[in-house]
């Protein structure tokens, strides 16, 4: 990796952490707040139509967005093509909503699911507008205006959505949220780049990038339709009630699982995509964010798993305990999420968008099967079907990134397998000690967190686990260059 681009892809980690993070963080907060004004049935009404508004965002961006980062040299042809078919697409999608919303409620026997939906179609709308603004932001590594927008919205949006449910608008609250997310990251994404569309529309150039786009998009396609089967299954054949506490428990196992591998995920693709035409820089770059990525993750995963009852107590209150035993499956399907995340991107960097599709579709079918299976034993059945899939994607995903990286399962396992270890090991002590002497939720959650980053700590330095030497290593050079 050339001296700039490491310059530049440090810095864009950086900022896409902080983005990450600061816009987690104040999810988290704002949904806590939330969770405590709503009730577990509102939750799981807008879960329900989330799903389908997730669908139609991945239609809308139909791979364009990632055509346009991977390509060597976008022209402002190929950008401005986008720019135009993506708001005509977003009025289409929008309509579509508007059409088929009485279908849907009737689906799910809930009328008011109607007016939600044409309300939340607008989003689809105001999104067409800064997918070409996102894609160059990201093609650029410029990351810094990207937290700016990200983090400007969920603050703005995060006001309206407390304001209205303290005032008692109840579902209409999380509408207004997500509605008013959209138009401040749309708003604050043209006031923030520089880049215009022209007046210029290609065919011929929509066709080149859909070759490209279309595998991207199909994949996407399915692994969103597939994944939005267990809300759909769930909020069909079980209480709205039982779809909040559901969705509560993904939406905290997502915010602590992919905080870290959404902010790596955004500076990897450009940057594996640079290095494509280099198999062995390729490999070291990959192993280098694995062994760093997993030694954040797997203990960050288990000590959820842990701590999911103090921590669900006294952020939610005793109403959302239902949510405390699918959180803590839950985590475990969260486990592998950043060694998905870097196979994948091996995939889209060397522009296999193909053989991406190709693996979608046999996880996909599996997940249908592994669903068809579990759902007659009820929610926590599903989701234990989740981590068994998880485990089978695992090896599917390697298959090709040992042919084009490489860097095969067992070399994976040895780069992931001790800090899954220990993380392990960790756990098991903090499950083994009874923390019931300690008075109230906070107290024992606090005991259990501090006791397992001490544990998980020294016993990484204890077995000299490679991601130590390598923070270890950047600390050095760091205090060498300083002085």
């Known amino acids: 990796m050339s001296a700039s681009l490491k310059t530049k892809t440090i810095g864009a980690l950086k900022w896409s952490f902080a983005q990450e993070l600061a816009q987690k963080v104040l999810q988290f907060t704002i949904g806590i707040l939330m969770a405590r004004l709503l009730s577990p049935r509102e939750f799981g009404l807008i879960a329900l139509l989330t799903v389908l508004v997730v669908v139609a965002q991945v239609l809308l961006e139909s791979g364009f967005g990632s055509a346009l980062i991977q390509r060597k040299e976008p022209t402002a042809e190929d950008e401005s093509s986008v720019f135009y078919f993506n708001i005509a697409l977003g009025l289409a999608l929008a309509g579509v909503f508007w059409l088929i919303a009485p279908g849907i409620a009737a689906f799910y026997e809930l009328p008011e699911l109607t007016s939600l939906l044409r309300a939340l179609s607008a989003i689809l709308v105001i999104n067409g507008f800064a997918v070409v603004q996102n ?3 990201v093609r650029r590594l410029d990351f810094r205006r990207q937290a700016v927008i990200s983090i400007s919205g969920t603050i703005v949006s995060g006001a309206v959505g407390l304001t209205m449910a303290w005032r008692g608008y109840g579902v209409w609250s ?8 959209s138009v401040a990251r749309t708003l604050m994404s043209w006031m923030l780049n520089p880049w215009r569309p022209s007046l210029l529309f290609s065919l011929a150039a929509l066709r080149d990038m859909f070759r490209f786009g279309s595998g991207m998009a199909a994949s996407m396609l399915l692994n969103t339709i597939f994944e939005s089967l267990y809300t759909i299954v769930i909020g069909k054949l079980f209480p709205a009630a039982q779809l909040g506490f559901y969705n509560r ?3 905290l196992q997502t915010l602590v699982s992919q905080t870290l591998g959404t902010a790596a995920n955004r500076v990897v693709f450009p940057v594996f995509s640079k290095l494509q035409d ?3 820089r390729l490999r070291n770059g990959l192993r280098r964010a694995m062994r760093t990525m997993v030694f954040v993750q797997f203990p960050m995963m288990v000590g959820l798993a842990v701590v999911a009852e103090p921590l669900i107590l006294f952020l939610l209150t005793d109403k959302w305990a239902g949510t405390i035993p699918m959180l803590q499956a839950l985590c475990f399907v969260g486990l592998l999420y950043p060694v998905h995340m870097l196979n994948v991107n091996i995939l889209m960097a060397r522009g296999r968008s193909d053989l991406l599709f190709r693996l979608e579709v046999i996880k996909r079918i599996l997940l249908v099967v592994v669903l068809l299976v579990t759902v007659r034993w009820g929610i926590l059945a599903i989701i234990w079907g989740q981590v068994a899939l998880s485990v089978i994607g ?9 042919r084009l990286a490489n860097y095969s399962i067992i070399d994976q396992v040895r780069d992931f397998g001790p800090p899954l270890v220990v993380a392990g090991l960790m756990g098991l002590v903090l499950v083994i000690i009874d923390f019931s002497f300690i008075r109230g939720p906070l107290g024992q959650l606090m005991a259990q967190v501090v006791l397992g980053a001490f544990l998980y700590a020294a016993l990484s330095v204890c077995l000299r686990l490679n991601a130590v030497a390598d923070l ?7 205090r060498v260059v300083v002085g």
């Not at 695992?394 to 298959?399: A, E, K, M, P, W």
């Open 394 to 402: 695992l090896f599917l995903n390697t298959r090709y990134t040992q």
């Open 278 to 280: 280099d198999p062995v």
């Open 174 to 181: 999380l509408v207004a949220q997500q509605l008013t997310n």
């Open 472 to 478: 270890l290593g950047m600390l050095q050079r760091k």
């Open 249 to 251: 428990a993904q939406t």
């Open 135 to 137: 894609a160059l932001m």
